[in-house]
């Protein structure tokens, strides 16, 4: 017997056992979570993971970059299945929602179409990404750069992290490379649910974020070189003091990133080389992160970021070096499945708004070979990358909720 | 047989040699030096010296700090003597002039008066002061603050080195804790020679720096506590970036300093709590030195700085934690003893001007207790505390010619 379709709800209280659940992997005392990728702590949510999809009569498959693909057979299986999921590592001081509510919520997805004796259509693949977060091992959203071709699998697998050990070793110590080939499963069409990392929904009290952009990047390494002098002996006028340089283009940036609109910028890390208390600043090393969802923006802030600094080492009389070190183009999801998404949001009636994602995500690397969209729920005070990272039960399920349904729309039910 | 003592003149090659030849104890393969005080290079140029003075004729005592006073009896021995001179001991990467100037020429002024056949009025007193630098050991101008009064013998004694080494053990392993009391040498007045480490006579074309105040100094240590969030998904309004509210501060204080005039502002130390590309930095760490010969400019200093970094506090929520650390009031030096500098200079017909003293020197603290007075030369480019430090052969004769000239004047030509 199958309840109607479009009455169907996620169980809140399963979702949200199952995230806290997951979240002894790896706990910290101040109540977050630290699972770095390939560690023993994401062995055991990978093992954990694996036995849950199965208890679901998912068939689990893992490829050779140890991302999981657990399949859930669809009435036609001449197509491709529809994704949904995330990734299941965390920062080192990580929170228990960022990545893990989208892969436990597409297995909610999957226990609630089994609760209710629903087929889709399509088949529908849950997945589990590995090492999204990049702190272990660069570059971030390694195993969907791979997967998309981004990046040879020999190159990633040839990575290693501090300690000098390989992804390669990392995968066979957990028992995680696995034999189908990199890029091999096919989607139809890709869905992740994600904390937003921000506070805008928050700020604006809606429930979901309906993501139509991500943003590109600019990433610069600079370096000032002024002049190290005595701090009681060297007039104002006669300085060349290279931490004042630095910030006349902290607030450059930022004042071009605001004019801009539709943009950030940031600079998130600055050393005084030889830093002294009596010693005006000689040399000052740092990085700018700048980002648009507009192509044409982003060289707006190239130009103005690089036009600003060349004035202001100019007027002050030392050596600015801006060296661009990554650019990633905007991600514009595909139509058809943020509209999809969208509708979904507003037949559930959950206040709504079209968002641009922030940070980077797994469906962003996809959206370049396959439809892809997402789905951002809001987070407490935006905060994310923090044992702080929290969300509400309900907005978790109202996310879950709009997964399932954006599935729903996409996979099409059995008749 | 006397030269007349107004045309006489120190041996600019004899000085020279000498600088050069106590630059090899410590000396460095870029050229500078690295003489920590009580160290063993440090022993071996005290040792050099020592020699030296005796070959002179001067006795040497020395005091409980290691405090060296090399005295040339005057025809009237009821008097205290003059004192000139200054130190030996460098900064880690050091320069050859940096207080070595003002010691030697002070033994060259002897060696001149003892070629010349010339006794004068008042003995004098060649002094070198145990770690004026303050590299090794804290406080700076050690030696001279004891001497003075500003710390007991006792406290200075039981200060640690890096590696746990006390002054008193340090002292004792080079044989330079003598008996003498510190603070038991009387000095009529104390006249100290030194490089200029400020960009402003070379600037000017002077070869004559007359030194009539020092500046007094506020430190204060800041913290800046604002929030850390995603570089990528915090749009620009909702920001609490602790380096942007830095780059705020550190132009407002060099704004600040330039407006007040006769005043200098530095942050020289700032360092990001947990730095990353694409994070916003939540919290900051920073210092702040801040000078005038004016102690009411200080006051108006700490005041427009203290509400500057409210006001950008305020505007951009965050927090901003200033503590005074040291407060130093202005050196004035005596007016007879700086007239005494001026005369010299210009009967040598040397250009010169009135100067005030950016950094803190030995001479800074015996005028809290005795006339002193102090005779800047200029160093090439402003350079100090640098293997890079340079001073002419003619430049550092021409100080030691006025120093030569403002003790005559001082101690008078025994008729």
């Given amino acids: 017997m199958t309840k109607p379709a479009s009455n169907l709800q996620i169980d809140s209280s399963r979702l949200w056992d199952t995230i806290h659940t997951t979240a002894q992997f790896g706990a910290t005392p101040k109540g977050g979570v630290r699972r770095l990728t390939l560690g023993p702590e994401d062995k055991q949510v990978r093992d954990w993971f694996r036995t ?4 679901a009569g998912l068939e689990v498959q893992i490829d050779g970059l140890g991302n999981m693909f657990a399949l859930r057979k669809g009435r036609d299986m001449s197509k491709p299945p529809i994704g949904l999921g995330s990734h299941l590592d965390t920062q080192p001081t990580g929170g228990k929602f960022d990545g893990v509510l989208g892969t436990l919520a597409a297995l909610e997805v ?11 259509e399509l088949p529908l693949c849950v997945t589990n990404w590995t090492n999204e977060e990049g702190s272990r091992y660069a570059p971030a959203m390694m195993g969907s750069a791979a997967f998309v071709g981004d990046f040879t699998v020999d190159d990633i697998l040839g990575r290693e992290d501090a300690a000098g050990i390989s ?17 091999a499963q096919k989607f139809s069409g890709f869905i992740e649910l994600h904390i937003e990392q921000g506070p805008i929904l928050e700020a604006e009290g809606k429930t979901i974020g309906v993501v139509e952009h991500g943003q590109g990047v600019l990433w610069y390494d600079g370096k000032i070189t ?16 290279a931490l004042a340089t630095l910030s006349e283009i902290v607030l450059a940036i930022e004042t071009i990133a605001t004019e801009l609109g539709n943009a950030v910028g940031t600079v998130g890390e600055a050393v005084i080389a030889a830093p002294s208390r009596n010693v005006i600043p000689g040399e000052v090393t740092f990085t700018i992160d700048t980002r648009s969802a507009d192509a044409g923006i982003l060289d707006q802030l190239d130009q103005r970021i690089r036009a600003a600094a060349a004035g202001i080492a100019a007027k002050r009389k030392v050596e600015v070096a801006l060296d661009l070190v990554w650019r990633k183009e905007p991600t514009h999801f595909d139509t058809t499945l943020v509209g999809a998404v969208e509708n979904a949001a507003n037949a559930l009636g959950y206040q709504n708004r079209r968002i641009t994602s922030g940070a980077g995500h797994d469906a962003c690397n996809l959206n370049t070979r396959l439809p892809a969209a997402m789905i951002f729920v809001p987070c407490k005070d935006g ?32 008749k």
Avoid: W
């Avoid at 002024?226 to 003091?241: L, N, Y």
């Fill in 110 to 120: 999957i226990r609630t179409l089994n609760d209710a004796g629903i087929e889709t």
């Fill in 226 to 241: 002024g002049f190290e002098s005595h701090a009681g002996s060297t007039p104002m006028k006669h300085r060349r003091d």
């Fill in 52 to 55: 849950a999809c199965e208890k």
């Fill in 167 to 183: 992804v390669a070793q990392a995968l066979d110590d957990i028992g995680y490379r696995g034999d189908k080939p990199v890029g």
């Fill in 383 to 414: 905060v994310s990358h923090n044992e702080l990272e929290d969300a509400t039960q309900s907005d978790c399920a109202a996310g879950a909720n709009v997964l399932l349904h954006t599935v729903l729309s996409l996979a099409g039910v059995a």
